[in-house]
């Protein structure tokens, strides 16, 4: 009886929407660099993540959803924006696009004027916050550390911020809380140094480059790589104490697991596959705090939690020794962080939303961190523009219940290079160019990132495009690959099915002249 009414009540998500009046409360988790095959439910061994596997028992676990990008920031900007990463653009670039992680102390790159998934919610009586990395940019010209960071997240539809403004391995090594760096002193500035022996000291990490500011000391003595979680876990629930009386919307954007690999001493050696695996427990320890929080004040039951990576696992030295002990960060996908590949963007996706999204449920849609716009939008009823979100689809049909038809029929991917923009339509995959388009390092133990047709052998991957490291010299010029019987693409089939390859080439360059791909 009770897998009856489970039934019905999941067959008809639109009105188990609406009989719920009270605005359900939102978190989105998105974590760094986290592998397709990282977490238990998902089929991790040597890594244990029972907070996160437990939110996919109560909730609905997708195995096809996908970062817009296999790039940090690029992925971030659509996840803000609802808009593909090709229509921004890098301040300073002669590139139009959006393609590589954003450079120290670039501009904010979400353009003025254009509305934010935060503003979105704001404008439906939300209280917003971000809380984490941000990698987006500061200010209107080259960053100043010394001087107030406006505009940034909270020009950006987030009422508060705290977190690393750039990246965990690279200056500065600070936090920023809303406005200014957290900590920063007028008498001791920021100053850029090219003499690296006149640098203010930080934690030393493997694969963490040095410090480039002399002065800032007590901004840079707050900033511990070790605590990084238990302080960014901190600022979560001191947010969350002001404003869980009223609708909330929370972007918790971890660092983990992007390197340094640096997990707190309570975390040490818990994995049995290195730092990296600590690191990952370490955030599945973070998710699990913030459940406890929701759970100890009785908000879980009108809450949404999602949790999913910004792109695929990076092969860096730590995922390399991951790898020697068996574990397989983006499971036996090709590709990794920066390639076009699957490995690259097809991430880990969990929602947990108690007596709307059925427990222990599985969904093969394709979905995507893009798509939270328009759907967040549907959920809380706020009409979008047609310039609004405009690459972001509804997906709300996915979460609540089972769709026959997929809602996603079109998706555009990118890579570290703009020569590899992609395009899936159904389970057809089409990449316009050889190799992945990420890094093509190819020294094992020694290269932190490691990538393309170079990565493909090393870990004795398998793709007919490629032999001992290298591009075929009789190689296509391009790729083709269906999904539905190939899903590790290990064949290129563009030869044998030239017409769809040419099908799909000219839907890829329809999107690029479009002003929108989200139906109406």
Not at 40 to 57: E, R, S
């Amino acid at each position: 009886m009770k897998a009856a009414i489970y039934s019905i009540l999941f067959a008809v998500p639109h009105l188990v929407c609406v009989a719920n009046q009270e605005k359900p409360n939102v978190v989105f988790i998105m974590a760094d660099d986290l592998g397709y095959g990282d977490l238990g439910c998902y089929g991790a061994i040597l890594i244990k993540t029972p907070n996160i596997d437990q939110l996919a028992k109560e909730g609905k676990l997708f195995t096809d959803a996908h970062s817009a990008s296999s790039v940090s920031t690029p992925s971030r900007y659509s996840f803000i924006t609802g808009r593909y990463p090709f229509r921004g653009n890098m301040s300073g670039s002669n590139e139009s696009g959006l393609w590589r992680p954003l450079s120290l102390n670039c501009p904010l790159i979400i353009e003025d004027g254009l509305l934010t998934i935060g503003e979105m919610m704001q404008k439906q009586g939300y209280r917003t916050a971000c809380i984490g990395k941000w990698h987006l940019g500061f200010t209107n010209e080259i960053t100043d550390w010394n001087k107030e960071l406006s505009p940034g997240p909270l020009e950006s539809g987030f009422e508060y911020y705290f977190g690393v403004p750039f990246v965990t391995s690279a200056p500065p090594y600070v936090f920023v809380e809303n406005h200014h760096v957290y900590g920063y002193e007028p008498n001791d500035p920021f100053v850029l140094e090219t003499d690296i022996s006149k640098v203010t000291d930080t934690q030393i990490y493997p694969n963490k480059s040095r410090n480039r500011y002399s002065g800032a000391k007590k901004p840079h003595s707050l900033y511990k790589d070790n605590e990084m979680a238990i302080t960014l876990v901190d600022k979560t629930k001191k947010w969350l104490d002001k404003n869980k009386d009223n609708p909330f919307f929370l972007y918790i954007a971890t660092p983990h697991i992007h390197h340094p690999f640096s997990p707190n001493k309570q975390f040490e050696g818990s994995s049995e596959c290195g730092f990296y695996g600590d690191f990952v427990q370490e955030f599945d320890w973070m998710v699990g705090e913030v459940v406890n929080y929701l759970d100890k004040h009785h908000l879980s039951d009108n809450t949404i939690i999602v949790v999913t990576s910004d792109n695929g696992g990076m092969l860096n030295l730590a995922a390399q020794a991951a790898w020697e002990a068996g574990h397989r960060i983006n499971a036996n996908l090709l590709g990794f962080k920066f390639d076009i590949w699957e490995g690259g963007h097809r991430v880990p996706y969990i929602i947990k939303w108690p007596n709307h999204v059925q427990p222990s449920s599985t969904s093969d849609q394709l979905v995507s961190n893009i798509d939270m716009f328009a759907t967040l939008a549907s959920l809380t009823g706020y009409k979008l523009s047609e310039n609004d979100a405009v690459d972001s689809y509804n997906v709300l049909d996915a979460w609540l219940g089972d769709p026959q038809q997929m809602i996603r029929d079109c998706f555009v991917m990118s890579s570290n290079s703009s020569e590899h923009m992609s395009i899936r339509m159904k389970d057809w995959v089409y990449i316009p160019n050889q190799g992945g388009g990420g890094w093509n390092n190819a020294k094992w133990g020694i290269s932190n990132i490691i990538g393309g047709a170079s990565a493909v052998s090393l870990t004795k991957k398998v793709n007919s495009d490629i032999v001992d490291g290298k591009i075929r010299k009789d190689a296509p010029k391009c790729q083709l690959y269906n999904l539905s019987e190939d899903k590790y693409q290990s064949v290129n089939v563009i030869r044998q099915n030239s017409g769809i390859a040419e099908e799909l080439r000219k839907a890829l360059e329809k999107v690029k002249r479009s002003n929108r791909t989200r139906p109406l």
